[in-house]
């Protein structure tokens, strides 16, 4: 018995140093894998989505989604220079340009392709997501434009499986797939910021079905206009996020129920993306390729279950974290609200620059320090010599006159006499020097005859 109980301790002992080991093994993996994903982490860009211009099909209010479409109407052409002004001004240093396979968004790539020197990479998987049965349909009122816009708002929740009927982009997964593959080239082509002259259905109904902070009531508050855009930042392996909205900054930290929201998303998404690509091997018919899908499949599917509740903590922590558990943090502001346009920083600048007033100038004189140059001073100066020479002129003016009057009064001498000479010009030369004296000397004048007065009185007693 003794011996029986001593070997199943030593069994139970060296079980537990195995499984201690094991686990200092796990979590030396676990720690090592971490860092290398760290390490490995894809990098992230920034797309910029530009829908179309104006195109024949807008003009004639009616639902266009065949492939290749109308051309751009003059409005449209005037759009496409002008949004490639904006593209060119946004802050951006934009390295590639792409457009997908019909002619109105190819047309509006067109000037800002000619003005930066770029080419347009066409990729089919960019075109806008096919109307089926609401083709030519009114885009302005009826059930059809509704409806055209309703399903593809579904398949943003996570319903892939709502189909458009009588579309080459039957359902949600269709959609997924091709516009899904034109994000990937573009961020295998290696820009950092590429432009996408897109569709509006398209640029739409993909965003908000793939980036982290989506605010599903914009495709009906505010759907894109002609040549609005939309920009996201981030990789096919990380997910996306949003920034702009057609000029409307987004929250980049949702509320906790939009997260949650998120989480339940892209772990639906998983299942049925899963058995698209199941249903497309079939129809390929090749047996790996069936078993491969079927793999794939089953490991996505069990890891996103597993990571769910994970990924719902998280957001839970996350929220309580920053404030954003029933209210999501404020968006960054705009640029145009950071930094005013020239002319209004111009204007502001002009605003606050005081006016130089006479007093502001003599005030600023008064201040300058002895030997400083002052071109207010100098203005003063310039100032009070021109009264100067206007007193000598008015002076000079009343000696002539006084001169004429006294030639009227000897018309009985010649006009050349002398004496006459020296009494007009005599005036002239009294009043200028009298202009020049200083008004000091008068009271000094007057002491010197009180004080000879005194002198011959004194003289007199």
């Known amino acids: 018995m003794s011996s029986t109980f001593r070997r199943g301790l030593s069994r139970s002992r060296t079980f537990k140093r195995g499984a201690r080991s094991a686990a200092v093994l796990l979590a030396a993996v676990f720690m090592f894998l971490t860092s290398a994903f760290s390490a490995w982490a894809a990098t992230n860009i920034t797309i910029t989505f530009v829908r179309h211009g104006e195109s024949e099909g807008n003009a004639s209010g009616l639902i266009d989604t065949k492939i290749p479409g109308p051309d751009l109407t003059a409005t449209g052409q005037t759009q496409a220079q002008t949004v490639a002004g904006v593209l060119a001004n946004d802050g951006l240093a934009h390295d590639a340009i792409f457009a997908s396979d019909m002619v109105r968004t190819q047309q509006t790539a067109a000037p800002y392709a000619t003005a930066t020197g770029m080419p347009v990479t066409v990729l089919n998987g960019l075109h806008e997501v096919q109307a089926g049965i609401f083709e030519g349909q009114s885009q302005d009122s009826g059930f059809a434009r509704i409806l055209y816009a309703l399903i593809p708002l579904s398949w943003a929740t996570g319903n892939l499986l709502m189909p458009m009927p009588g579309s080459p982009d039957a359902n949600g997964m269709v959609f997924q797939d091709r516009f899904n593959g034109a994000v990937e080239d573009i961020y295998a082509s290696g820009a950092q910021n590429p432009v996408a002259f897109a569709h509006g259905m398209s640029i739409m109904a993909w965003t908000l079905m793939n980036v982290q902070n989506p605010d599903l009531t914009l495709m009906l508050k505010h759907p894109l206009g002609n040549t609005e855009i939309v920009t996201v930042t981030g990789n096919p392996e990380d997910g996306w996020t949003l920034e702009d909205w057609g000029g409307i900054a987004v929250t980049q930290n949702p509320a906790l129920p939009t997260k949650l929201f998120v989480n339940v998303r892209d772990a639906v998404k998983v299942p049925q ?157 009294d009043k200028s020097d009298k202009a020049d004296k200083p008004k000091a000397e008068k009271p000094k004048k007057a002491e010197k005859q009180k004080k000879d007065k005194a002198a011959k009185a004194e003289a007199a007693k």
Do not use: C, H, W
């Open 273 to 429: 993306m899963a058995l698209y690509s199941v249903a497309t091997a079939l129809r390929s018919g090749n047996i790996s390729n069936i078993a491969n899908a079927i793999r794939d499949g089953v490991f996505d599917t069990a890891k996103a279950v597993v990571n769910l509740p994970v990924n719902m903590v998280k957001s839970v922590v996350k929220s309580i974290q920053t404030g954003t558990v029933f209210k999501a943090a404020p968006p960054p502001a705009s640029v145009q609200a950071v930094t005013p346009n020239a002319t209004a920083a111009k204007d502001t600048d002009s605003a606050d620059k005081p006016a130089v007033t006479p007093t502001l100038a003599k005030q600023v004189s008064a201040l300058k320090p002895a030997g400083g140059k002052d071109k207010t001073g100098k203005a003063v100066a310039e100032t009070k010599a021109s009264q100067v020479d206007s007193t000598k002129a008015d002076d000079a003016k009343a000696g002539d006159t006084k001169a004429d009057d006294a030639t009227a009064g000897n018309t009985t001498k010649g006009a050349e006499d002398k004496p006459t000479k020296a009494k007009k010009d005599k005036p002239k030369k």
